[in-house]
């Protein structure tokens, strides 16, 4: 989080940036726990839910790298891609 100090607003670093730099800024939190869903829930769900073509990319990409080669009858990161395809 960024502390904004004139306004006190704190804004995501992924807001800040231009789009090319959002989806690397996004995708980046999935490899904060590799394996661990988890962490989706905690990190990467704002992000899903964001009205930004980049940072919703983003954040698909971290849910993909963050539950790449997770074996689980309940596939997490299937569920939430598909929601978010439609």
């Known amino acids: 989080m960024i502390d904004d100090e004139e306004s006190g607003d704190k804004r995501s ?3 800040t940036v231009t789009e090319e730099l ?6 980046s939190l999935g490899l904060l726990c590799p ?3 988890a962490t989706i829930d905690d990190h990467l769900m704002q992000y899903l839910d964001n009205e930004g073509k980049y940072i919703k990319a983003g954040a698909s990409l971290g ?3 963050c539950s790449a080669g997770v074996n689980d009858d309940n596939d997490i990161a299937f569920g939430l891609l ?3 395809a439609q």
């Open 35 to 37: 394996w661990n869903t």
């Open 82 to 84: 598909s929601d978010s």
């Open 13 to 15: 670093f992924a807001l």
């Open 63 to 65: 849910v993909g790298i």
């Open 22 to 27: 959002q989806i690397a800024a996004v995708a």
